[in-house]
């Protein structure tokens, strides 16, 4: 089992730049895919990025359309820890950002492959 506590999150002008982190527990966190999802007011809970070790020091990435370019998902697994980068915010980028544990071994978009969840952090951006 995996424990997730996110951080980061505040409030930005549009274009600015924010990192967000998720420190995770666990002796086996890195064999966890990771994953970030957002959720803004009365939306469903969607795909942001993420992560999965794909071996020693190599890593694969999978991003939302919508963050392309932009957001850049990393992480330590000395430390625990998966990162957003998240450069170039737009409104529509304001939501609730949660970090997402999974074991399928694939990076899913879908919400319900995930298994263990933080309690997230929220980003607004402002106009």
């Known amino acids: 089992q995996v424990q997730l506590v996110e951080s980061g999150g505040g409030l930005v002008q549009a274009g600015g730049s924010l990192r967000l982190s998720c420190a995770g527990s666990g002796r086996t966190f890195s064999s966890y895919v990771m994953g970030w999802f957002r959720q803004a007011p009365g939306e469903e809970r969607e795909f942001v990025a993420g992560?999965?070790?794909?071996?020693?020091?190599?890593?694969?990435?999978d991003y939302a359309d919508s963050v392309k370019g932009r957001f850049t998902i990393s992480r330590d697994n000395a430390k625990n820890t998966v990162y957003l980068q998240m450069n170039s915010l737009r409104p529509e980028d304001t939501a609730v950002y949660y970090c997402a544990a999974g074991l399928r071994g694939a990076v899913f978009t879908t919400a319900s492959a995930y298994d263990y969840w933080g309690q997230g952090t929220q980003v607004t951006v402002s106009s």
């Open positions: 992560i999965r070790r794909i071996g020693v020091g190599t890593t694969y990435a």
